[in-house]
């Protein structure tokens, strides 16, 4: 039997053909290329953008590929046992779900003997990784390799990637990893052990796929096991594994560097051979004879073990807990008919971010005149904005984009005011203090006033200034330079601005996605949202994921300009959006954590305007002080029940307290998506868990809108959905631990202490109160037309089809849910006899609560 | 006065012990109780700041009586309080309260709440007994306490291995460097007959006899290492930016602010005498130069955040020793609280260090080619590159150490063990027979003594490289204690009650401590894999063994801590290589028992399954 081709065959993805022929069934290329594959995808820190954790096994079907995941990293593929049958005792796993479940696995109606099976006490295993194989150096060998690499590998790689921390930079940085380090040992007077071994400074010299072929041979020995030894080898740090992968195919790292994942491969495996040498002298390679190895292969279906089946049809029945609850509410308010304000005198566009939707009811709760619309927080606008404050600049809109526009903010001759350089004071305790002579005059002259400002910073957090909220620019520092003057491109291609036609699809696009074409009131105010905190690496994971990880707020100044624009509104009369003048449009920001709400350019409202604008404002400060009040309700440490002013003022100290892990709970409670009109969500309290994106199915009949929504809401929705779901699961391989011990990597990530791998995934700070489901989309809409969205999306179909996200839909006549299975929609058997809760406030729904809520309906007294 | 004195002792035992005991599973109790300590603490602490101002600012000093007597030895506590130990009280008082008042929210739902508390609590205590020290055997228990505590939150993830494995080489490094404080208690003994007060060293240093003079030149070598190993300085500084492996505020308060700067004090505390030898001055001025130089440049090519701070701070420790070299110790003094107030706040703002670099760099008009090189630009090339290989490997200094000593102390080891495996019975009964044999034949005591001494050490060592079996490592340590004992009785001629403390403080811990190593055994193969995790499946058994640990090293917690003492000053009469023999076996054996039992009871929790590999 031919088990080198059997191997290669196993691990290849369909990727590997390269037509090349070589004598030896290895191959260095391609096999590195088939391992990239496996290793996680996570950006550098300042680029930081949820993804689907598991994003390499979305071929298969959901809970395949998380068996298969958890064989491969040793990671938990479920919650135990136990805390599932705790959530059943306390109700949060519901009867009624858990009988859907079994009965859909092909059990019979109220069977007892599962039931019994599935509440029986038992100690749910810790499941081992791979890497076995390379253990055996400690096993059979006594050396601990990794403890030993390990060390000076990271170092290696953090040096040579650094952004930034380090005061020397590793001489010839610009060159290839490879070249840089043979010409550090090459030049060198002093040792760089183990490299400076004379077989490695030999191999050094030459190329790294030669290095890699001599240390496999010394090492390993057999051919047939380079493959899985490599990959063992990876898997043993997938942090900085997947970091090097990620750099390799990535530009956006402000100090280029030429690192390559074979590069690394070769530099470890020297380490690992001047390591062993050093240990063992002249030493055997592990395998010697044609001795089996015990396998598992990544390619074949794995079969879960009884307690993983338990696991999953409980974590089945969780997820359905929540979902027939929202559908049952979803169901009941698509019965009350049209609920929208006649006539609206104020309309708001807020981002589809679960964060804004407890902000969107207060809103409306307060006043019937209000109307607010979701979509996506960068509002159309895909482009790259160089603020007047920034030297280079930041994309603004969903990762998959591409921009084609750069616009470029003119810096105000009188906006040096609002800009702050920071101050040479501020920042004596970066890099500077700690070189020698420096740092003794920093010390002894500026070290008592450190001390001093630490006692200030932490007794009266809310008294000291934040001196680093955000790496973005918020506040306006000038005119946006949005209309395109001429056709010539950057040197990246990218025209400067756009052009009255583009502006004007741009501005079409959101309103016709969303269905605002008529009905215009004489305010309109596009709300986009960021986060401030001090003290937190995870920064770009608080902003707004559809810009990208960074905050909105150029995006709603730029769409609010262009809808404000006569022309524009010209073009937009032609393709049959009448947007009267008495309208006009406003650019807001709605900062997440502190939540208050910056305006930008209102003091250019006059007359009427300035009025509309000035109780706009008013309804806003009580909305956001009724949604901190909301938001507090999950804070552990926040008072119970405060006043609306109390909370208003707790959320704000949250984003200045350097002491704080938790300045905000981020995406924490998302679990659905909510595509459809408004009149399907107002007043349903949803408990921050919903992404809302509004949708006329009316106005859709083709589909192509739908199609629009979908392509950016599944990927970036589902995205954010499954790296909470996968860090909330196993917190240590798949998150990244606690956040406290965290210690910056050059800037590009964080590790535990100073000797650890780079962590991906999020803290538990920021998962601890995730429920882990799998996002529920909702699409009101008919399901033939949404099955042929999805069918003419293959890529789409892929996440839906393998259960990646739970898809249902509402029928916009018939009113009642259909849930997608295998390959079509089939009605989903809510029950619509069991009425939904209302209230005629919010607060009445979670006074005093602070867990998990149902939803409710709140309903306006009519006064 | 001497009850505020009491007070501030006391005041952070009783916040350990409460703080451990309420636990964390009601974190809000739990919190109270540690803000009320800590205001507690800070109160006292100022109020005796300002008496102490008020009474003219005077070394003062108290005697609260003597904690243990025997006709031959005594154990004194004295309280001494002069300028340099108001300030080392007050810097840390109200660091340690700012630290408190962070962790309080900062380590909200983690599920160490109560121990990280607790632990900090312990440090306090550790510090206060150091500062308020009057005699060299006390300051010794204050910093024991200090390193233990910092061993304990190094190690606080410990269901991680490199934490561990971190803590245990700080805790190594520190408990080399005890050789320094435990001999230098000696030492004086020796010197001065008695114990001696830090009031009366300088007049004690004046008035010494010329035949002391190389005595005391010894005595200040040790006490420059045992401040060497506490303050990271060369060359020991290896394992400064290993030890952040805690949560930010437990690194920002030991290794950024308190606890680095212990050897300073120790050096301040013993100015007098090591900076009346010239030769002491010129090597102390060395060391902190070769420190500042060798730190200097490995904190240079950190791109880690905290191990940067973490080699500025060394390096400013370093000047601090050139300082008091060159006989400045007021300016020390000023460094050391300047050095501390910034060190705590860069490694508590370190996480933000990513926005603001960041932001500097993508702010218009900065240069963002950023230069290569700072003040090195103009070296030669390969002379460049040679800095950066230094640089790069932090001076050689964890090579070296490891080449130096570890390496050697596992060869000799492992040779005991060989030998204990092929003939060590035979062996055994040759030494008995030959014990019986020199005893019958009425050769002097320093002959028996010396052979025991000599069984002492191999046990040591054979426990230090054993592997295989955690019982048989812990009665090879237990059978060092007990020659050692065994060693100086001999030696001595004449029993008195302080052997009797020392063999009642190192027995019930050992025999409890077998108990429950035993008990550990039974469900792990000990020799499977590096860390077994027990204390996850019985954290009770895992405190008892820890208290032993702690009993059987000689830690300050049980009688084993004074007779060590006595034992080391009834050694007094006979010779520098038996107390020298000694110590180096309660080095190894601390060592040993502190990697035992992270073994044990750290680490990660082991896959149920056997392992499988990957096609």
Known sequence: MDHDNNMSGELALDRGSEGETVSSGFNVGRVIDNLAHWLPTQAPLKDFIHHNTLHAFQDRAFHEGLLV??????????????????????????????????????????????????????????????????????????????????????????????????????????????????????????????????????????????????????????????????????????????????????????????????????????????????????????????????????????????????????????????????????????????????????????????????????????????????????????????????????????????????????????????????????????????????????????????????????????????????????????????????????????????????????????????????????????????????????????????????????????????????????????????????????????????????????????????????????????????????????????????????????????????????????????????????????????????????????????????????????????????????????????????????????????????????????????????????????????????????????????????????????????????????????????????????????????????????????????? | MSYLVAASLGLPLVGCVLVYLLGSRREKTTSQVVRLFTTLIVCTVTALVVLWVKEGAEALEWDLGILYESPRYHFPLFVYLDSIGIVFLATTAYLTAIIVRFSRYYMHRESGYARFFSTIFLFLFGMNVLVFAGTIDLLFAGWEIVGISSFLLVAFYRERSTPVRNALVVYAVYRVCDVGVLLGAWMAHTIWHEVQNFSELASAVATASPETGSALTFMSFLILLAACGKSGQFPFSFWVPRAMEGPTPSSAIFYGAISIHCGVFLLLRMYPLWHSIPVAVWVTGMVGAVTVVLSTLSGRAQSNIKGQIGYASVTQVGLMLIELAIGFPKLALIHFVANAGLRCYQLLVSPSVVVQILRMQSSAGSDLTLSEWSTERWLPNRLRTSLYALAFNEGYLLEGVRLLCVLPLRATGELVHRVDKTGGRIIGVVLAVGFVFVAASGLSAIWLGGLAAGLMVLASLSAFAESKSAVRAWNAVGFSCLFAGIAVFLMDGQWSKDFALYFSGVVPPWFVGLFLVRYFSKSMDFARAEFHGKVREDSFAALLLFLCVLGLAGFPIGPSFVGEDALLFHSVGNSVWLAGILTFGFVVNGITLARLFSKICFGPELPAEADVAIR
């Open chain 1, 69 to 863: 995941a958890s064989r491969l990293y040793g990671a938990k593929p479920y919650l135990d046992l136990e805390t599932y049958q705790q959530y059943y005792e306390e109700g949060r796993i519901t009867e009624s779900a858990l009988e859907r479940v079994l009965v859909h696995q092909g059990y019979k109606p109220g069977d007892k003997a599962i039931r019994n099976e599935l509440r029986r006490a038992r100690k749910t295993p810790t499941p081992s990784g791979a890497g076995a194989f390379h253990r055996r150096w400690f096993s059979e060998r006594g050396v601990d390799l990794d403890g030993q690499v390990h060390r000076v590998l990271f170092r290696i790689l953090s040096n040579y990637l650094d952004q930034g921390v380090a005061i020397w930079r590793m001489p010839h940085a610009g060159d290839t990893l490879w070249n840089v380090i043979g010409r550090i040992v090459e030049e060198s007077f002093l040792p760089f052990p183990p490299l400076s071994d004379r077989q490695c400074k030999r191999l050094l010299k030459g190329s790294p796929d030669d290095a890699i072929r001599f240390c496999l041979e010394r090492l390993v020995g057999s051919e047939r096991h380079y493959e899985a030894y490599l990959f063992e080898m990876l898997l043993a740090h997938t942090g900085w594994s997947g970091m090097v992968v990620m750099t390799e195919n990535n530009r956006s790292l402000l100090l280029p560097r030429k690192i390559a994942l074979k590069d690394m491969v070769a530099i470890e495996l020297l380490l690992e051979y001047g390591f062993l040498t050093r240990a063992l002298g002249k030493f055997d390679p592990l395998v010697g004879g044609p001795e089996p190895v015990p396998t598992f292969s990544v390619t074949t279906k794995p079969t879960p073990t009884s307690i993983e089946s338990l696991q999953r049809i409980w974590q089945d029945a969780l997820e359905w807990s929540y979902y027939e609850d929202l559908l049952r509410g979803l169901q009941h308010t698509s019965r009350l008919g049209d609920r929208s304000p006649k006539q609206p005198k104020m309309q708001a566009f807020f981002c589809i971010d679960d964060r804004e939707t407890s902000l969107r009811r207060y809103l409306e709760e307060e006043s019937d005149k209000f109307e607010t619309w979701g979509v996506a927080g960068f509002f159309g606008v895909d482009w790259l904005f160089q603020s007047a404050a920034a030297g280079v600049p930041t994309k603004l809109c969903p990762a998959p984009l591409k921009p084609k526009h750069l616009v470029r903010e003119i810096r105000k001759p009188d906006a040096g005011a609002v800009f702050r350089k920071p101050k040479l004071l501020q920042l004596l305790h970066l890099t500077p203090s700690n070189t020698l002579f420096r740092g003794w005059l920093i010390t002894q002259v500026l070290g008592v006033w450190h001390a001093l400002r630490l006692a200030w910073q932490v007794f009266l957090p809310s008294q000291s200034r934040a001196t680093d909220q955000s790496l973005s620019q918020i506040e306006p520092l000038g005119e946006l330079q949005l209309l395109r003057e001429g056709e010539q491109q950057t040197e990246d291609g990218l025209y400067l601005g756009y052009s009255m036609g583009e502006m004007v699809e741009r501005v079409e696009g959101v309103l016709k996605s969303t269905g605002c074409t008529k009905g215009f009131s004489d305010l309109m105010v596009f709300v986009s949202h960021g986060a401030s905190s001090v003290n937190n690496p995870y920064f770009a994971a608080y902003d707004c994921g559809a810009c990208s990880g960074r905050p909105g707020a150029a995006n709603a100044r730029a769409i609010a300009w262009m809808a404000n624009h006569p022309t524009v509104r010209e073009g937009l009369r032609s393709r049959g959006i009448d947007i009267p003048d008495s309208c006009r449009f406003l650019g807001a920001f709605h900062d997440t954590t502190r939540d208050d709400v910056t305006y930008f350019n209102a003091e250019e409202l006059t007359g009427t305007h300035r009025e509309v604008f000035l109780e706009f404002k008013k309804l806003m400060d009580t909305a956001l002080q009724r949604n901190a009040r909301e938001r507090c309700r999950r804070f552990d440490l926040a008072k119970k029940n405060p006043s609306p002013a109390e909370a208003s003022i707790h959320v704000k100290q949250r984003a200045t307290s350097i002491f704080e892990p938790r300045p905000e709970l981020n995406h924490a409670t998302n679990s659905s998506c909510i595509i459809a009109r408004r009149d399907l969500t107002r007043g349903l309290f949803l408990d921050r868990r919903a992404f809302l994106n509004s949708y006329d199915p009316e106005a859709d009949p083709s589909g192509n809108i739908l199609q629009g929504i979908l392509s950016a809401a599944i990927p970036v929705c589902g995205g954010i959905n499954l790296e909470y779901f996968f860090s909330r699961m196993d917190s240590t391989v798949y998150g990244s631990g606690t956040k406290l011990p965290h210690n910056v990597m050059g800037l590009i990530g964080v590790a535990n202490g100073t000797e650890g791998d780079l962590l991906t995934g999020l803290p538990t700070q920021m998962t601890e109160l995730h429920d882990p489901v799998r996002i529920l989309m909702v699409v009101e809409q008919k399901p033939e037309i949404v099955l042929d969205v999805l069918r003419r999306n293959p890529n789409l179909m892929e996440w839906v089809r393998n259960e990646w996200v739970k898809f249902t839909c509402i029928h916009p006549e018939e009113k009642t849910a259909y849930v997608f299975q295998g390959t079509e929609f089939v009605p989903a058997g809510i029950d619509a006899s069991t009425p939904v809760k209302s209230v005629s406030r919010s607060e009445e729904i979670f006074e005093g609560k602070s867990t998990p809520v149902p939803v409710h309906l709140v309903e306006r007294k009519k006064s």
